[in-house]
């Protein structure tokens, strides 16, 4: 018999187990993850792959992108230049370091709401005298 390593999900300093071949949106989500901003988190299209809303930037192991999955993301404005993938069309491998972005779409890598890492000193606001 040999072991199964379980995969880890890191997400805003969490860690989140599950099993390989666990869809990452279903996981984050039973995990209480914010996987969708503002008013993403009611229109959405609850995983079925066609609003881009549940768009992460991903290091580690998961599933590779399908044609379908790259055509949409084309759509999403600025997640081509992000590397980002969806959430609910990705199927965990093995460990995953998953950041959510600011805006609708997860692609506002101004907005001072980041997930999945810490702020650099420069996204950090300044003290004004």
């Known amino acids: 018999m040999r072991f199964k390593p379980v995969p880890t999900i890191r997400f805003s300093n969490t860690a989140i ?4 071949g666990d869809n990452l949106r279903k996981v984050l989500l039973r ?13 959405n299209c609850r995983g079925m792959g066609v609003c881009g809303m549940c768009a992460v930037r991903l290091r580690g192991s998961v ?3 399908s044609r379908y999955e790259n055509a ?5 404005p600025g997640a081509g230049t992000l590397g980002l993938r969806l959430a609910c069309l990705c199927t965990v491998h093995g ?3 998953v950041e959510k ?3 609708v779409w997860g692609t506002d890598t101004a907005a ?5 890492r810490k702020p650099t000193s420069a996204e950090l606001p300044t003290q004004q005298h």
């Open 63 to 65: 599933s590779w992108p």
């Open 72 to 76: 949409l993301l084309n759509l999403v």
């Open 101 to 103: 972005f600011g805006g």
């Open 17 to 20: 187990s599950c099993d390989a």
């Open 31 to 43: 995990s209480k993850a914010p996987v969708y901003n503002g008013i993403a988190r009611v229109v």
């Open 112 to 116: 001072r709401r980041h997930f999945g």
């Open 95 to 97: 460990d995953v370091s």
